[in-house]
């Protein structure tokens, strides 16, 4: 068996990185979770297609500013690192900018995955940074793009699912990705939209048949 792979969920308290985790690994929310104030990690293996798996110690770190010096001990070595911010707090994701990537850049290694993650985005209503923003940041620093909600257990799988897959193939584009699944969607929906519509012409049709059969019976 292969040793697990370090991944950590870094950025500010209160974002939601345990919850997030929580949500992953025993599908439950709870609002009212104390952040973390020490670092502590869960294993996880990462079931893929194919038969494919990943082994990961997930590490929730502590985002206070009297833990920042000691959280960057604990992401050293770490395999992928992910940035969490919450959408309806601006500070978070600046903080994220100008404070924790720089950490994450300092302090791990060059091929260390990058993933940034917006999350709370039950609350989009709210937000105060918009996905175009968070996108545009994380192709500059060469990240992994994922809008998540513990609360609602949205784009946590695909999330982690992603980095497993970065990990096992170091030349996989997110981003190519994505946009194909977004291709594939609409061309189901156009594939849905043309039957609907032939079913529809089919119903008129038939109708109009009827209504001639009729008018020749009834003279």
Avoid at 9 to 24: D, F, M, P, R
Avoid at 59 to 77: C, F, P, S, V
Avoid at 110 to 123: H, R, S
Avoid at 149 to 177: H, M, Q, R, V
Wanted: with cysteine; proline share 1%; hydrophobic share 35%.
């Amino acid at each position: 068996m292969t040793d697990p792979y370090k991944v950590v969920l870094i950025g500010e308290s209160g974002v939601g990185k345990t919850c997030i985790i929580a949500q992953y690994i025993h599908n439950k929310f709870d609002p009212n979770v104390i952040s973390s104030l020490t670092c502590q990690f869960i294993r996880k293996n990462i079931e893929l297609s194919e038969g494919k798996s990943v082994l990961m110690d997930i590490w929730d770190t502590a985002g206070q500013e009297k833990h920042r010096a000691l959280a960057r001990i604990y992401y050293k070595k770490a395999k992928a690192a992910v940035l969490v911010y919450d959408i309806t707090s601006k500070k978070s994701f600046e903080e994220i900018k100008n404070y924790w990537s720089g950490q994450v850049k300092e302090v791990c290694e060059k091929d260390t995955i990058l993933a940034l993650v917006a999350n709370k985005y039950d609350l989009y209503e709210e937000k105060q940074v918009s996905n175009e923003e968070g996108e545009e940041f994380a192709k500059s620093i060469g990240a992994i793009f994922v809008s998540t909600s513990a609360k609602n257990d949205s784009g946590i799988k695909a999330l982690f699912e992603s980095i497993a897959t970065k990990i096992l193939d170091p030349d996989f584009d997110f981003y190519a990705n994505e946009q194909k699944k977004k291709d594939e969607y609409k061309k189901k929906k156009k594939k849905e939209e043309a039957e609907k519509n032939k079913a529809n012409d089919k119903k008129i049709v038939k109708l109009n048949t009827q209504k001639e059969k009729k008018k020749k019976d009834c003279c």
